[in-house]
């Protein structure tokens, strides 16, 4: 039966033993400010093609910094196994996938909340903008959604480190296209009715594959 | 279907654990072939067996981590295919890997599974427990930090968390010093007096002799042998064991 204090318990127990650790977090966070300072000193921004060159930057970071985050989040689950004590557990295992994809959410979220600002000086950009923010939810729900798949199934294997990418970006992007191009927008200071095409490129995205990815995770999750 | 009433009608069983036909492959190899297998509520059976002989395949089906190639498994008279989420929480599994997380402590481990199982009174129950397994004093250490010893109780106290009428245990002996084992077969001997059915794998005949009910040999995928351990001294076991295994593996 579906419960979705399942799905809490298990976002409760991800967030309590990352507040220990901070290992997806730092790498995420260091990773993303790393990306943003190299391409705006590699780059040559003026003030007039910033904008134009931000949001693929941007989206740059927040794609292999998730990616970071998918892997911690089953590299804990693979220690001890603990994926197979989540298994056992008189729960259904769909739910597993919405906890440990809801973690990824807030752990991506507040990687992203930190970058923003340094993001926002270095490019001049505005960022205190929710159309903004809008764009960035619809942009990490899709990753995250596929993500998580993605990650318990590239941690059974061998060459985890390396799966996990090749099956990750072939399949988002076009989320990540449209995130870009709607970031672009945004940034221009277009309304968001403008950017309506992308966005619903996004949210379409981000229902069929959290929609396929909770029907297939027990499946995946087997031997 | 009414899914619950239906649970209720096939609850009604004579056997804890039925199998019949079981098989399981890997690609082309057959790990398990034909398995039979019946285990009366409240005994407590051992399967012995060499390396690859399929035990962990065996127990690891029961507990619904992997799905059979064919045949017939009931667990407390609940198809294995149909109710598995149901059986869950009739079984409770330990395995030689301890499913503990070593940044959470021995209480928060135990607090976890045990939302995840529903479990009444969830933070009396866990207390408790850690009272019965000696680690009352470890409650806020990570489990981490821990010996093994210590984590295999904690491991067993979640497994036991919400009461289940069926314990599947897969080499419980295994890297545990002397003390820590002799521990163990008191806890399963207080586990076997209260009633509970327990289904475990080993390679100390003499362990299997001593804390269990009856035993099962296991030989490339196949029961060959069952006997009572009433009537069965190890060094019968020992001789049956050897001449079974012998030619088969």
């Known amino acids: 039966m579906t419960d979705w204090r399942d799905a809490l318990n298990v976002v409760v127990k991800d967030v309590a033993t990352e507040m220990r650790t901070k290992e997806a977090l730092g790498a995420m966070l260091v990773f993303a400010l790393l990306v943003i300072i190299i391409f705006n000193f590699a780059l040559e921004l003026r003030s007039d093609n910033a904008r134009e060159i931000a949001p693929g930057i941007l989206w740059v970071a927040f794609a292999f910094a998730g990616m970071l985050g998918f892997n911690r989040s089953f590299a804990l689950e693979r220690e001890n196994a603990c994926i197979e004590g989540l298994m056992l557990a008189a729960a259904d295992r769909s739910m597993i996938y919405v906890g440990k994809m809801l973690g990824n959410v807030v752990f991506m979220s507040l990687a992203e909340m930190c970058v923003l600002p340094i993001f926002a000086a270095l490019f001049d950009v505005p960022v205190l903008n929710p159309a903004l923010w809008l764009v960035i939810l619809l942009g990490t729900l899709g990753l995250c959604a596929v993500g998580t798949l993605f990650a318990v199934m590239a941690v059974s294997t061998r060459a985890r480190e390396v799966i996990l990418p090749l099956l990750l970006f072939p399949i988002t992007v076009p989320l990540i296209i449209a995130a870009v191009k709607a970031t672009g927008q945004v940034l221009d200071g277009q309304r968001l009715s403008e950017a309506f095409v992308w966005l619903r490129l996004m949210l379409g995205f981000d229902i069929i594959f959290t929609l396929l990815a909770f029907l297939g995770f027990e499946y995946v999750i087997e031997e | ?249």
């Not at chain 2, 089906?61 to 609940?78: E, F, H, K, W, Y």
């Not at chain 2, 979640?158 to 897969?170: E, G």
């Not at chain 2, 296991?218 to 029961?223: D, E």
Request: glycine share 8%.
């Open chain 2, 1 to 249: 279907m009414n899914m619950s009433a239906s649970v209720t009608s096939e609850s009604k069983a004579c056997y804890a654990v039925e199998v019949e036909g079981l098989s399981k492959n890997w690609g082309h190899t057959a790990v398990l072939r034909g398995v039979k297998l019946h285990v009366p509520y409240g005994s407590s059976v051992t399967i012995l067996g060499p390396n690859g002989a399929g035990k962990t395949t065996l127990l690891r089906i029961l507990a619904t981590l992997s799905r059979p190639s064919g045949g017939r498994v009931r667990v407390d008279g609940l198809d294995l295919l149909r109710f598995d989420q149901s059986i869950r929480q009739r079984i409770g599994f330990v395995s030689h890997q301890t499913y503990l997380y070593g940044e959470l402590s021995s209480f928060e481990n135990l607090r976890f599974y045990g939302r995840m199982y529903r479990v009444p009174d969830l933070e009396q129950r866990v207390v408790e427990l850690l009272e019965q397994f000696g680690l009352a004093e470890q409650r806020d250490n990570l489990a981490r930090t821990l010996s093994r010893g210590m984590q295999q109780r904690l491991s067993l106290a979640r497994a036991l968390l919400h009461r289940p009428k069926i314990l599947l245990w897969d080499e419980p002996y295994a890297c545990l010093d002397q003390r820590a084992a002799d521990a163990l077969t008191g806890i399963l001997r207080d586990l076997r007096m209260k009633g509970s059915t327990i289904l475990m794998t080993t390679h100390d005949l003499e362990r299997s002799v001593q804390a269990t009910d009856q035993v099962a040999l296991l030989v490339a995928g196949k029961i060959v042998y069952e006997a009572c351990t009433q009537t069965l001294s190890r060094e019968q076991l020992l001789a049956t064991y050897l001449e079974r295994t012998r030619s088969r593996t």
